[in-house]
């Protein structure tokens, strides 16, 4: 086994936390606040969609968690490093690559709308501003599609183009998942060949999978055509996808999957992922499932531990009342309640300076955050992270400077 630095060397240790912010999903400020947000609790991994405005943002993102951690973060019982950036391409029709549409035109007029209620992104709307789904929040899970009483609503795939990558991983990418199903050799095959230029330049590789029969020789054999090796390989247990935030249960199907994978022994880390929410360390730990949280943790060995948990559709709800919280501030300030009239009578734009959407403007917001965030991964990780709250004083004297 090579010898790692962090945050690889989480992997090592069982420790590995990766925040999804998700292969489809493109709204901008959300992706910001989150990537700002995990990073600064000690995130080893930010994995998001890969198209370049997200990477742009979630890059910007890492640069100013990057300017508000100080010298002290570097030396606690956890050190912050600045985490991977990864970015998910498929290579095949795949639930997390895909977005729910409809003609809001076709709707009944009676229909109680009850897409807009379940969607867990906000990404249904009826508005006179915007109408249907917003395609750049809805990260298809598909919760939409089966309760509109209409069958109103379909999903549409897309597939990653592979000419896509270079310039992402050009652009500071240090990492890439590719999702795939059991049967694709074929499609992996292409894919992988496409993109084999580039692998020398990342970090790591993730294969996401869910479970299927036959999966440990599929994965085997995706492994066998993966030249040129790329450094650290995982395997992303893909349970129930996109369910982490529906309840404790949907975590079953990945632990299952996982003990499956790591009873396969295959050459790399096994990694859980759909479904995954509060419940899933203390689980794994009911079942010895992961290396105990001491510093004799590094010489676990990984074929026998589970190295680490990928949260999504969990992780980001943990953060809603903060990011909710946030949104209605930015829109209460941006909309003034006398709105000034231009010379010929016509409403003119607000001359006040736009709010900052950035959550590190709102120091008790950003505590908040890190608090709820703590929540998730001290189980994983240990106490002493960056986002216990000794170590908040030194961010919010960098903000009151600024
Ligand atoms: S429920 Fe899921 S698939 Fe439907 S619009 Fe919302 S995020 Fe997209
Ligand atoms: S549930 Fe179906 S019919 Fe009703 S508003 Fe939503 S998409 Fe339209």
Not at 39 to 47: E, N, Q, R, T
Not at 115 to 135: D, L, Y
Not at 372 to 390: C, F, N, R, V, Y
């Amino acid at each position: 086994m090579i010898n790692l630095y962090y945050p690889l060397r989480s992997l090592k240790e069982g420790h590995w936390f990766k925040l999804i912010c998700g292969a489809s999903f493109q709204h901008l400020p959300a992706i910001q606040n989150l990537v700002l947000a995990y990073a600064l609790a000690g995130a080893d991994c930010i994995d998001v969609a890969a198209d370049a405005a997200v990477v742009a943002a979630a890059r910007e993102a890492l640069d100013r968690a990057g300017y508000l951690v100080d010298a002290q973060w570097q030396r606690g019982d956890r050190p912050w490093v600045r985490p991977l950036l990864m970015v998910s391409l498929n290579d095949g029709d795949d639930p997390h690559f895909r977005k729910a549409v409809f003609d809001p035109n076709t709707c009944p007029s009676d229909c109680h709308r009850p897409c807009e209620s379940i969607c867990p992104a906000q990404a249904i709307a009826f508005t006179p501003a915007q109408s249907g789904v917003i395609a750049e929040r809805c990260y298809g899970c598909g919760r939409c599609v089966p309760i509109c009483p209409f069958n109103t609503i379909s999903t549409q795939f897309y597939r990653f183009s592979p000419a896509n990558l270079l310039p992402l991983v050009l652009s500071g990418v240090d990492a890439i998942e590719i999702h795939t199903q059991v049967g694709r050799q074929d499609a992996f095959e292409r894919l992988w060949q496409a993109i084999a230029p580039v692998i020398p330049h990342l970090s790591l590789v993730a294969v996401s999978c869910p479970a299927g029969d036959g999966i440990e020789s599929y994965l085997r054999s995706l492994y066998a055509m993966m030249q040129p090796q790329p450094p650290v390989v995982i395997w992303q247990a893909d349970g129930r996808a996109m369910s982490g935030d529906i309840g404790d249960g949907t975590t079953h199907a990945t632990l299952r999957l996982g003990q499956k994978l790591l009873a396969a022994e295959l050459p790399g880390y096994v990694q859980l992922a759909g479904g995954t929410n509060g419940y899933t360390v203390e689980k794994l730990r009911s079942l010895h499932l992961l290396p105990p949280l001491s510093p004799t943790a590094s010489d676990c060995d990984p074929s026998k531990a589970i190295a680490g948990v990928a949260y999504g559709s969990y992780a980001r709800t943990l953060l809603s009342p903060v990011l909710d919280t946030l949104d209605a501030i930015v829109q209460e300030r941006a909309s003034p309640s006398v709105i000034p009239e231009s010379g010929d009578g016509g409403a003119i734009a607000p001359t006040q300076p736009a709010t900052p959407a950035d959550l590190e403007h709102y120091p008790a917001l950003l505590n908040q955050a890190m608090t709820l965030i703590d929540t998730l991964m001290s189980p994983l990780k240990g106490p002493g992270g960056p986002a216990q709250l000794g170590k908040r004083s030194s961010y919010t004297a960098k903000l009151s400077a600024r």
